[in-house]
């Protein structure tokens, strides 16, 4: 009851009230138990609520939705929460990691072909191989113009 209810307690049970385990949670609590996730935590719920949704998403968001507002109630049930926080940071974590990479994949390839790596690859390429690559690409240079 105390979960629907945070005042029960206090008015009602006034020996659970009086264990510490059963007081409302501290916001230096969160920043100790749960580190540097709870920076991910807001990045997780967008990735899990808005990009790319499915059932399991939401089952997840359902979930650190609801542990969050209990562990507000209780700093017992901060450990219902730290599962959900683990999985939503992992996910905001795994996101925002492909993007990294994509990003610098794009940066690190743009431009290859006028590179010098590129030029000294066509020269190590068979003397029929290069010929052919060479001739295909003026091809596609001239159609370009013409376009």
């Given at each position: 009851?105390?979960?629907?209810?945070?005042?029960?307690?206090?008015?009602?049970?006034?020996?659970?009230?009086?264990?510490?385990?059963?007081?409302?949670?501290?916001?230096?609590?969160?920043?100790?138990?749960?580190?540097y996730l709870i920076v991910f935590m807001?990045?997780?719920?967008?990735?899990?609520?808005?990009?790319?949704?499915?059932?399991?998403?939401?089952?997840?968001?359902?979930?650190?939705?609801?542990?969050?507002?209990?562990?507000?109630?209780?700093?017992?049930?901060?450990?219902?929460?730290?599962?959900?926080?683990?999985?939503?940071?992992?996910?905001?974590?795994?996101?925002?990691?492909?993007k990294a990479a994509k990003s610098i994949?794009?940066?690190?390839?743009?431009?290859?072909?006028?590179?010098?790596?590129?030029?000294?690859?066509?020269?190590?390429?068979?003397?029929?191989?290069?010929?052919?690559?060479?001739?295909?690409?003026?091809?596609?240079?001239?159609?370009?113009?013409?376009?």
């Amino acid at each position: 009851m105390t979960l629907i209810d945070p005042t029960y307690a206090k008015k009602y049970v006034p020996i659970i009230a009086s264990v510490s385990e059963h007081q409302p949670t501290s916001w230096s609590s969160y920043f100790f138990d749960l580190g540097y996730l709870i920076v991910f935590m807001p990045i997780g719920f967008y990735y899990v609520l808005v990009h790319k949704m499915t059932l399991g998403k939401l089952f997840i968001a359902m979930y650190g939705v609801l542990a969050t507002y209990f562990s507000c109630v209780m700093i017992r049930l901060m450990l219902v929460l730290a599962p959900c926080v683990c999985i939503i940071a992992a996910i905001a974590v795994s996101e925002l990691m492909v993007k990294a990479a994509k990003s610098i994949r794009v940066y690190l390839t743009q431009g290859f072909e006028d590179s010098p790596a590129a030029v000294s690859a066509e020269d190590t390429k068979p003397s029929g191989a290069s010929s052919q690559t060479s001739a295909s690409s003026k091809g596609k240079k001239g159609s370009k113009s013409k376009a």
